[in-house]
């Protein structure tokens, strides 16, 4: 509390009562009319995060401004995120909605890479057999260059990765980082497999039912990264 109090909260509550507070602050009314007013009307201790949020934002758009003027020509001879927003009509010369783009699939792919990393690393301390196979690929490969990881660890040395890869694409076979897909609908009456889709049907398409289907997978259940191998799918 403001006053120096402290007091015990069950963490549920704790969510929901930062929930609720972000969301009466977002849709109260003065920040729906008037949404220059939000700095002027936050609270004192919240002004902290609006400013960290406005920092990301210019650093954002500084990355903009460079690829613009050309000192930044990115990694990727075909283009890369960045690219293809400045040079697609809908975001072309709407900066704040290029940002808002950018800064969500930072966010978005943060989280997956980082669930997925923590996933992959829990089935190797279960499966210790699978584990000294990556690492014998991983060790030959990052111990001439421990003393630089961040300078010589490359995409074209990541790339020899081979097994790495597999184990990786193996978590998100058995632990999704989305287990479901956003929902979609048909634009015209559909009918797959005998199930009928009218225009206003609504479905989504289930990731780990596919990933696990025994129709379609040997031994689903089992964390196997050599099935990932062209000539040995499924």
């Not at 930072?106 to 990393?117: L, P, R, Y």
Request: net charge negative; charged share 25%; aromatic share 12%.
């Amino acid at each position: 509390h403001s006053d120096g109090r402290i007091e015990k909260w069950l963490l549920g509550d704790v969510i929901k009562v930062l929930l609720n507070d972000t969301l009466n602050r977002a849709l109260g009314f003065p920040y729906l009319l008037f949404p220059g007013l939000l700095p002027y009307l936050l609270k004192p201790s919240c002004r902290h995060y609006y400013k960290n949020v406005m920092s990301v934002r210019n650093a954002v758009q500084r990355i903009i401004d460079d690829r613009r003027s050309g000192l930044n020509k990115g990694i990727f001879e075909d283009g890369d995120l960045l690219s293809i927003l400045l040079s697609d009509s809908h975001y072309s010369g709407d900066d704040e909605k290029t940002k808002d783009e950018l800064i969500f699939f930072f966010i978005a792919g943060n989280e997956t890479v980082k669930s997925t990393s923590t996933n992959t690393t829990c089935f190797l301390t279960m499966y210790p057999e699978i584990k000294a196979k990556l690492m014998a690929e991983l060790l030959p490969e990052l111990e001439p260059i421990k003393d630089d990881f961040v300078g010589k660890l490359t995409t074209e040395v990541a790339d020899r990765f081979d097994y790495l890869r597999r184990c990786w694409y193996e978590t998100m076979r058995l632990q999704a980082p989305t287990p479901n897909s956003t929902v979609y609908m048909f634009s015209k009456p559909v009918t797959m497999q005998g199930v009928e889709f009218t225009p206003t049907t609504n479905f989504v398409i289930n990731f780990d039912a596919i990933h696990t289907d025994p129709r379609e997978w040997q031994s689903p259940e089992v964390f196997e990264p050599d099935r990932g191998r062209a000539r040995n799918c499924p």
